[in-house]
């Protein structure tokens, strides 16, 4: 198993609405990422969990709220969101002894907020 | 402000070309990536570098960490059409950015028609 997954594939939700993006990596990888990704920008961080506990918070509004249950698995639950929050959100993951170096992306949740 | 600059912004590949792309920064770098994204998808690491002057290839891709750590280059050697996508380079510069990557905005690669 040598991938990144992310569920789901698209996501549509009102303002009001309370969902969350899933992904997962069984690679043993210590480090886990969240990214937020305009059309034809690059990714910009939001989130770092090491060894399961948040270590960087890029100043995210308290909508996004992160969540690791294990070495496994990355949530991001999502609640309030404003219709500028639309993107595609990326997960990565990342080595034991290349963290925060060489990072694998998933294939992303596009997330249309209404 | 941009802390890596990438050029060109975009370019236009004929089947057959060699393509060449940099990433400069005032800063130094301890870790140099590149990565391609296609349309719909998250980005795939192409190859990372980690010493001043390494070059590395990965199929018909080179890329070179800059002497001075501060520039990285990625070139395309007989391109393909399955070239076209967006290709971003990124650093980590620890005594600046801590454990974040930053990245470039990016080199759009399309094809000559």
């Known amino acids: 198993d040598t991938e990144v997954t992310q569920t789901p594939k698209h996501l549509v939700m009102g303002m009001t609405n309370k969902k969350s993006l899933k992904c997962e990596q069984h690679m043993g990888h210590r480090a886990m990422y969240w990214y937020k990704q305009k059309a034809k920008k690059p990714p910009e961080l939001m989130f770092v969990y090491s060894y399961e506990k948040l270590s960087i918070n890029e100043s995210v509004p308290s909508r996004f709220s992160p969540e690791c249950p294990n070495s496994s698995l990355l949530n991001l639950h999502l609640h309030a969101l404003q219709p500028e929050d639309s993107a595609l959100y990326l997960c990565a993951s990342s080595r034991r002894d290349r963290l925060y170096n060489e990072q694998f992306f998933g294939p992303g949740t596009r997330l249309t907020v209404l | 402000g941009q802390q890596l600059n990438q050029s060109p912004q975009s370019m236009f590949i004929q089947e057959g070309e060699d393509v060449s792309m940099n990433c400069t920064s005032s800063s130094i770098f301890n870790t140099w990536l590149w990565y391609k994204q296609d349309p719909g998808e998250g980005p795939v690491l192409l190859i990372a570098l980690y010493k001043a002057g390494e070059l590395t290839s990965n199929g018909r891709l080179t890329a070179q960490f800059g002497t001075t750590r501060k520039d990285s280059f990625l070139n395309i050697s007989a391109s393909i059409p399955s070239d076209v996508g967006i290709y971003f380079c990124?650093?980590?510069?620890?005594?600046?950015?801590?454990?974040?990557?930053?990245f470039g905005a990016g080199t759009i690669l399309r094809v000559k028609s």
């Open positions: 990124a650093g980590r510069a620890y005594m600046e950015y801590g454990n974040k990557l930053v």
